[in-house]
């Protein structure tokens, strides 16, 4: 099952080789959400793995971005002592918010300023 979140990319890091044939990368983005009128800001991390370590190369800190990920879990054990690591799989990133427009672009067209055709509207609305 995979799950999304919209966020501000607020931390990147870089590719860890935690084996021979394995490597992870993290990145943060920042949500917020309004609780009881009062805004909290929630910093979630992820993890992308193998290929997917350059998934966020194409984003700067402060872009809008959507993350697609799985939730991941391990149980650990070490010792006697037994531990459970969750893990935000990133799988796909989207920008959210798009660019300014250029100043010199005109706006588009107004619905009043398209072309009338030159025949009678027989539509029932």
Partial sequence: ??????????????????????RTREFV?????????RTVNNY???????????????????????VHFNIKGTKW???GNTN????????RIEQTSMQSAP?????PPAYNDLPQGGEADDLPF
Avoid: H
């Fill in 84 to 91: 459970y690591i969750t893990n935000l799989d990133a799988w």
């Fill in 77 to 79: 054990e070490k010792n």
């Fill in 44 to 66: 979630i991390k992820f993890q992308s793995i193998q290929d997917r370590t350059s998934l966020v190369d194409r984003f700067n800190i402060g872009d809008q971005i959507k």
């Fill in 29 to 37: 983005i920042e949500t917020t959400e309004d609780i009881g009128g």
């Fill in 1 to 22: 099952m995979g799950f999304d979140v919209t966020g501000k990319l607020v931390a990147k890091f870089d590719t860890v080789q935690r084996t021979e044939t394995f």
């Fill in 103 to 107: 100043v010199d672009m005109p706006p």
